[in-house]
């Protein structure tokens, strides 16, 4: 599935795949020997099994200011070693199973990540166990992390596009508890976090019971049930997770300008809502932000890098806050000389898009283009596990996720026009955000010098 993802956070050691030929796949279901339910798509051609472990929920058990434990988290997990087992001895072992390791923190869950081929499968899942179950959570570790972490967002503070984005979110997100998880500020919260919250989120949050457990690949069912046991092995049954309390993002019909002197260039950031994450019209939006910013023939980039010749690249993407908060949005960095003509052309092509949709001509190309992208999904193993986690994540069948090229195929463009015209916001409706070294570029509704400031302009 093309996935619009603005943030994803995950730590990996050796993650291998190899592409297979798609086939009619018949989905199952089987219990572990230890009791452990698991969904499978059996895929004789593959060279190696995906076995996917989510903890549904958030983190909303976590204190105020230590939100940032879930990125933080996984990390300790992978990349600290496990007891009696250093972080270069686990990467070493990985290396030479030809397999894979991967945990990541998103709001709704935590996902997990077992690969191995059918001759070490099992072996693959003791390293994994011992990195659930027994990670070292070394206070070292944690220092270099939160250094490299603290490093990491300073530096990101300093450019056009983290001053956009953070103050996008200190608006949509408000005071929500997720707006720390995702700006990471003020980043001394990140310092207070200690090897003990860290050892409470780990037991509350890694456990063998609640668990969702999605498997695609070419190993046996016995090795599969071996490998799901061993890696969920001494780990509590009870599951402590709880989410934070709902979301509801706001955007202000505003237009935002961030005074930045010291900046080279400015930016453009343009956000609105569209309706929650694989809604029905899901595939009818993701074509059309596809046509609209995604390629170098789409749209966009044709009118502000081709034509108006004011920036290198500008894209459009969907991005899903939460299951129930998804935004359209069309971003990019611009010459400041250009700005004015970059932020008209910008919204007359979007109105243009969101009034007429997708050409007579050029709707067949986008489409062949993206039902490929998407039958494509069903050639890989991994393809095929997302498949199965995002439908039940996002409470539908699991055959509805796998019929997600089916879907693809089959749009019309009448139908993806119409969606365009009614789920995609009306710019006027949208928040604006500019960054530029130049305080008059454009005419604002709030200018601040600082995304800290951005809760002035909610």
Same mark, same amino acid.
């Given at each position: ?22 086939? !009619? ?29 989510? @903890? ?31 972080? &270069? ?48 959570? +070394? ?11 603290? #490093? ?29 998880? @995702? ?10 976090? *200690? ?9 509350? *949050? ?12 070419? !190993? ?13 092995? &001494? ?47 899901? #595939? ?22 081709? $034509? ?15 299951? &129930? ?22 919204? #007359? ?40 986690? $995002? ?8 055959? &509805?996720?796998?019929?997600?090229? +089916? ?14 015209? #009614? +789920? ?35």
């Amino acid at each position: 599935m093309i996935k619009f993802i603005f943030k994803v956070v995950c730590t990996s050691l050796s993650l291998v795949a190899f592409g297979i030929q798609a086939s !009619a796949f018949e989905l199952q279901t089987h219990k572990s020997p230890e009791g452990h339910g698991f969904s499978m798509v059996r895929m004789p051609d593959a060279t190696q099994t995906f076995i996917r472990f989510v @903890w549904r929920g958030g983190n909303g058990f976590v204190s105020p200011g230590k939100e940032n434990i879930q990125e933080l988290g996984p990390v300790m997990m992978v990349n600290g070693g496990s007891v009696g087992l250093s972080a &270069d001895e686990l990467v070493t072992q990985i290396n030479a199973l030809g397999g894979g390791l991967q945990i990541y923190s998103k709001p709704d869950a935590l996902h997990g990540l077992l690969i191995g081929s059918d001759t070490n499968l099992v072996h693959t899942a003791k390293l994994l166990n011992t990195v659930l179950a027994k990670p070292a959570f +070394d206070p070292r570790w944690l220092r270099r992390f939160q250094r490299s972490y603290v #490093e990491n967002v300073t530096a990101h503070l300093k450019t056009p596009a983290g001053q956009a984005w953070r103050s996008l979110r200190e608006i949509t997100v408000g005071d929500h508890p997720l707006r720390q998880v @995702w700006n990471a500020t003020p980043v001394e919260n990140l310092t207070t976090i *200690t090897i003990e919250d860290i050892k409470e989120w780990h037991h509350r *949050t890694v456990t063998a019971g609640d668990v969702g457990i999605f498997v695609a690949g070419n !190993a046996d069912i016995e090795d599969i049930g071996a490998a799901i046991d061993i890696a969920l092995r &001494d780990l509590p049954r009870t599951s402590g997770r709880q989410d934070f309390p709902p979301l509801v993002m706001h955007y202000p019909a505003k237009t935002i300008l961030i005074h930045r002197p010291k900046s080279a260039t400015s930016y453009i950031l343009v956000g609105g809502p569209v309706p929650k994450t694989y809604a029905a019209n899901q #595939e009818a939006r993701e074509i059309g932000v596809g046509v609209l910013g995604v390629s170098d023939q789409s749209r966009l980039v044709t009118a502000i890098r081709k $034509e108006l010749r004011a920036a290198y690249g500008f894209t459009a993407w969907m991005d899903d806050f939460s299951r &129930d908060n998804a935004m359209l949005y069309f971003q990019g960095e611009v010459e400041t000389a250009k700005l004015e003509d970059a932020y008209k052309t910008v919204r #007359e092509t979007y109105e243009e898009f969101r009034k007429d949709g997708i050409g007579l001509i050029e709707f067949p190309f986008a489409q062949r283009l993206y039902k490929n992208r998407a039958a494509g999904m069903l050639d890989h193993p991994r393809g095929v596990a997302n498949l199965l986690v $995002e439908a039940w994540l996002s409470d539908r069948s699991l055959k &509805d996720g796998l019929a997600y090229p +089916d879907r693809a195929a089959n749009l019309a463009r009448d139908a993806v026009n119409q969606v365009i015209h #009614e +789920d995609f916001p009306p710019f006027s409706d949208m928040l604006k955000i500019i960054v530029s070294p130049v305080q008059g570029s454009i005419s604002a509704d709030c200018v601040i010098r600082d995304f800290s400031q951005a809760k002035n302009c909610r």
